[in-house]
């Protein structure tokens, strides 16, 4: 008794090594050249090639002078970043515009067969009024955010509203989109 209430959990570890060990050879052996999961060691090694030259990196002079802060993608992401904490408020008005954006149905078959059947259900037009409307909300919703003053000075003029849209749409939106698109 005194043996096993020392050893005890040792034994049961062993058992539980033991089984595993047997069911990876079970795999191996009735697999059909699927990838068997590697009980070996994971990652890199003390004195491996990788990790040693990636420590020299920062000892390299012309990489001692860089600021990691001041670095070109650090500066557009945190760009991106300051962005979208404006803009995630507006983004359930972007859901409601893709949901009216849906196509109408059918579908399936090939691309110029859909522009076809899309053509004529929407009878030549590029967008549903729906859609117009549901994405104009989104850009003033953007343009409230990023554009307070602006917005506060178009009153409740709509056609002032709606070129503020636009130039906020054009000059701030789309800008920091394609400046995500670069920086992944």
Request: with cysteine; proline share 7%; net charge positive.
């Amino acid at each position: 008794q005194a043996v096993s209430a020392v050893f005890g959990p040792y034994l049961i570890m062993s058992r539980v090594l033991r089984a595993t060990r047997l069911h990876h050879a079970g795999m191996r052996a009735f697999s059909s050249g699927t990838a068997v999961p590697s009980t070996g060691r994971k990652g890199h090694r003390p004195g491996d090639l990788l990790p040693s030259l990636a420590a020299l990196v920062p000892k390299i002079p012309a990489c001692q002078s860089m600021k990691p802060s001041e670095m070109p993608w650090v500066t557009k992401s945190q760009t991106f970043f300051e962005m979208w904490g404006k803009l995630k408020v507006c983004m359930p008005k972007y859901e409601a515009f893709l949901q009216t954006h849906v196509p109408l149905g059918g579908g399936g078959g090939d691309f110029n067969t859909d522009m076809k059947m899309m053509g004529k259900k929407m009878q030549g037009r590029v967008m549903k009024e729906e859609s117009q409307v549901a994405l104009g909300e989104f850009y003033l919703a953007v343009a409230m955010q990023l554009r307070p003053a602006e917005i506060e000075a178009a009153g409740s003029e709509s056609k002032a509203l709606l070129q503020v849209a636009r130039d906020c749409a054009e000059k701030d939106f789309e800008p920091c989109i394609e400046q995500a698109r670069e920086l992944v």
